[in-house]
């Protein structure tokens, strides 16, 4: 197997608060290979979205301290990289999409400026900016992109700002496409269409995707490994099959449960028991 | 599969148009931005006759002591001092002055607190701190004392007013863009914005100072009349425009003593000066109701 684009060693993250120290995550290890799909699955506050903003060292120091380990991007170590060389690396090698699209996006600029900005930022070479933001609006699905790029966040509905910011993400032709709950924030026939994009665009550019979700039912059929974490913790990793079928540890089997099953007899959704996780 | 896109709704397209549009709609700041206007044209147009050498209506300096005290008239439209001078040309050349001091010394107390703010806002943590505490100190001194002071040490002049009110004034400025910047820096484009790698700089001028900018346009018009006001009241006292340059505040002053006597003296500069101060708070208000965006924001 080829070298792994993106290596975290033991990576153990705090945050300092003025009258205690979270463990945000411990100990972390895992690999990405290039154009492979890995999805960090957990509950909100297990240390995933916090392990990815760790990946370019967005995390604001303080409260949050590195306390130890490693991540070798293409073989160069995060931790020792100049401002000048994090802010290649981020956008440029690993671009991020965020939960909240239309926050995300500034209120005061249009679609082609802040694309525009992404591309001029990281892609020097291009000369046709305005084209090249219609090719990428075009490639996530954007009808008359040359038309919609002039348009102002307010004016795009929930799932085309959250494809105008993949857009942007992808205009810089990343490595690694790092996207946290990208769909938590739409609604269900909205997220089909969106994963279903970033499916069929991973395939055409064969980037790498980081899927953070805290729902495994989004999981199966788009990634190919899985990464679960759980307070801080990577409980378990493997095979996407493998994980979903023979869940090892006592909290992926409770996520798995909690997925809603169509004709499930059952009158309540399941709910997971942390105490009976702790004692397991 | 359903693979439609909605066709888009038909909004005004920049937020400026938007805001635009919600102004136009309201009449009372129409009229107030109307004042605002005369009075600039006003201002203006004394300037410029006043540096051609074509005193009108008449000179505002010229006495003629066999017309004085004389109450308004086909002559004198607003009447005569107690040096027969010509009020209406007075206060033309104190709409002018007043117009200046409060543009000129809103715009040294907006650069100053804008960048104050900003920084304060934008680095936080002890840079913050040490800045706010200073501007807390500052805020503790009752402004106008403030002015009379740093003007009773420099000397009464246009030049020391303008800068001396413009000094002083910065901090409410500087609070309100800290407290934008706070909140804009924690905003998900700007964290998006450091996602993609931008500059520090680049993020400060690109995606936070625009989106401060109605607050801050707000305070600057808000601030004109707090510092007409402050001119008038400096003058009044002696402290401020030197006569016999006339401004609103000294024809007041000078006008007093004869209270009983010569009402036209009083009453136009007095109104003159309600009418810019209300004018321009008026238009400051209904500019704070149009560029609200915050219901639409979300």
């Known amino acids: 197997m080829s070298q792994p684009i993106l290596q975290v060693r033991n990576l153990c993250i705090d945050f300092v608060l003025e009258d205690r120290t979270i463990e945000a995550v411990k100990d972390a290890s895992f690999e990405l290979a290039a154009g492979e799909t890995l999805a960090i699955v957990g509950e909100s506050g297990s240390g995933k979205s916090v392990t990815a903003l760790a990946l370019t060292r967005l995390l604001p120091v303080p409260p949050a301290v590195i306390k130890g380990g490693e991540i070798l991007f293409d073989g160069e170590s995060v931790m020792t990289m100049d401002a000048a060389r994090l802010r290649k690396l981020r956008g440029g090698r690993i671009a991020y999409i965020f939960q909240e699209p239309s926050t995300s996006l500034n209120p005061v600029y249009t679609v082609r400026s802040q694309i525009g900005e992404a591309i001029r930022l990281h892609r020097r070479d291009v000369t046709d900016v305005d084209a090249e933001i219609v090719r990428w609006l075009d490639a996530v699905g954007i009808v008359d992109p040359a038309a919609r790029m002039h348009d102002y966040p307010h004016q795009l509905s929930g799932g085309m700002q959250q494809r105008v910011m993949i857009a942007m993400a992808l205009a810089c032709q990343p490595d690694v496409l790092v996207a946290d709950e990208p769909t938590t924030a739409l609604d269900v026939t909205i997220q089909a269409q969106i994963m279903e994009l970033l499916g069929s665009l991973k395939e055409r550019f064969g980037m790498a995707v980081i899927l953070i979700t805290h729902n495994f039912g989004i999981v199966s059929g788009f990634a190919s490994r899985v990464l679960v974490m759980y307070r801080g913790r990577i409980v378990e990793q493997g095979p996407t099959e493998e994980i979903l079928r023979h869940p090892q540890h006592a909290y992926t089997r409770a996520l798995i449960d909690c997925i809603p099953q169509l004709g499930s007899k059952a009158k309540r959704l399941k709910t997971i028991d942390h105490a009976a996780i702790e004692a397991a | ?298």
């Open chain 2, 1 to 298: 599969m359903i693979t439609t896109t909605p066709e888009p709704l038909e909004v005004a397209a920049s937020p400026m148009e938007r805001s635009l549009r919600r102004f136009r709609a309201n009449k009372i700041g129409l009229c107030a931005l109307g004042m605002v206007g005369l009075l600039a044209v006003i201002a203006v147009a004394f300037f410029v006759l006043d540096v051609l050498g074509i005193p009108w209506p008449m000179d505002p300096d010229a006495t003629n002591l066999e017309r004085k005290l004389l109450p308004p008239d086909s002559v004198n439209w607003l009447g005569t001092d107690n040096l027969g001078r010509d009020v209406f040309s007075r206060l033309l050349n104190g709409a002018y002055i007043s117009l200046t001091v409060g543009f000129v010394a809103v715009f040294v107390s907006l650069f100053i607190g804008v960048t104050v703010g900003a920084v304060a806002g934008y680095f936080g943590k002890w840079v913050d701190n040490l800045i706010m505490r200073f501007v807390d100190a500052i805020m503790c001194f009752p402004t106008f004392f403030l002015i009379l002071t740093a003007v009773a040490l420099v000397g009464p002049s246009i030049f020391n007013i303008i800068i001396v009110i413009g000094l002083v004034s910065w901090t409410g400025t500087a609070r309100l863009v800290r407290a934008e910047f706070l909140t804009l820096r924690e905003s998900a484009y700007v964290q998006a914005a450091r996602t993609l790698g931008q500059r520090g700089p680049k993020i400060i001028f690109r995606h936070m100072l625009p989106n401060a900018a109605a607050p801050i346009l707000v305070t600057a018009v808000l601030g004109v009349p707090e510092a007409i006001l402050a001119e008038a009241g400096l003058s009044f006292l002696g402290f401020g425009v030197q006569p016999p340059q006339a401004t609103w505040g000294n024809i007041i002053a000078d006008g007093k003593t004869y209270i009983l006597d010569a009402w036209w003296l009083i009453l136009f500069p007095g109104l003159a000066i309600l009418i810019a101060a209300l004018s321009f708070y008026l238009t400051g208000d209904a500019l704070r109701q149009a560029v609200e965006t915050r219901s639409e924001r979300q």
